[in-house]
């Protein structure tokens, strides 16, 4: 199971130093699509959508040095921590695929069974509070992971989007390169905030 503060320690690290605000600042103006401030990026993108952001930061965003910023916490391990914690972090870097799945099976409060729709892996999650909202058919953006026994749904946010044939799943389907939650928050701000099935 995903430890509770494990990814917030890496959020923290990067946010709150000082040597890496010229790559959160870019990195904040690439996820809007604008030159702007960093205060000015945040309230366009709202408290409500920042886990879209923090999830693409962190596994998704390519620094300057050519690694995404959990790929430069592996590498560089900046809060020393031991072979042991470090590994959970290597696992998450190899493991992670954020994608549009359909949700094929619920099972309320253990997990779900996702099939990703760009590739047709499918995933057999352990999940608990989502099942809650879950429908078998509807089709949902989202991050999985393997957590070293199981897999997870390890991002911040998501959304469901209802089943059946439309355009927009298709045209997710069919994109050639990966879907990350910067695709899912500018398709939510295209339809102003809300997405329906």
Do not use: C
């Amino acid at each position: 199971m995903l430890v509770r503060g494990t990814i917030r320690k890496v959020y923290d690290y990067y946010f709150d130093s000082p040597w890496h605000k010229d790559e959160v600042l870019r990195a904040f103006r690439e996820f809007v699509g604008e030159k702007m401030s960093k205060t000015a990026a945040m309230q366009k993108i709202g408290i409500e959508n920042e886990g879209y952001f923090n999830e693409w930061f962190l596994y998704d965003y390519v620094r300057k040095d050519r690694m995404t910023t959990l790929e430069h916490f592996v590498n560089a391990n900046p809060l020393q921590l031991t072979d042991g914690e470090m590994h959970f972090y290597k696992t998450l870097l190899e493991s992670n695929r954020y994608g549009l799945f359909e949700i094929v099976r619920v099972e309320q409060m253990i997990g779900m069974t996702l099939k990703d729709l760009q590739t047709g892996t499918v995933y057999e999650v352990r999940e608990m509070s989502a099942t809650l909202d879950a429908h078998p058919g509807s089709v949902m953006f989202g991050r999985v992971a393997d957590v070293g026994d199981h897999w997870e749904l390890v991002g911040a946010d998501t959304y469901a989007l209802g089943g059946g044939k439309s355009s927009w799943k298709n045209e997710f389907k069919n994109m050639p390169g990966e879907i990350t939650p910067k695709d899912a928050y500018h398709l939510l701000m295209a339809h102003g905030g809300e997405v329906n099935p």
